[in-house]
């Protein structure tokens, strides 16, 4: 072998959740929290504090799901420190229907 060696993810199933106005913090059953800027998801970061607190782990521990804000993020995503994909046009059609009201 030449010294490089690949990287191998490990993943670890969610134990706990908090959001607060700066952070999204998960704890994992291995016992490593990540801690990422709330920033990288927009729809989190303009959420109420009542809409981040109303979520669900699902994937089987793998994910986190918040219904009033249509928003999914996945360990594997959080550990590889990838920040929200969505484009700026869906993100703005998601902002001009939360202003209005509409579904």
């Known amino acids: 072998m030449n010294g490089m060696h690949s ?3 490990t993943l670890s199933r969610i134990i706990n959740v908090t959001v607060t ?5 998960v704890d994992l059953e291995d016992g490593r929290t990540i ?18 607190a109303n979520f669900q ?3 089987a521990g793998y994910g986190i799901h918040w219904p009033d804000l249509d928003e999914d ?3 594997e995503g959080m550990l590889l420190g990838k920040k929200s994909s969505e484009s700026q046009a ?3 059609r998601w902002l001009q229907r939360r202003r209005t009201g509409q579904s």
């Open 7 to 9: 990287a191998t993810l």
């Open 21 to 25: 106005d700066d952070t999204l913090s």
């Open 35 to 52: 801690a990422i800027p709330i920033g990288w998801y927009p729809r989190l970061a303009y959420g109420t504090p009542a809409e981040r």
């Open 57 to 59: 782990i699902s994937g």
């Open 73 to 75: 993020i996945g360990v």
């Open 90 to 92: 869906s993100f703005e």
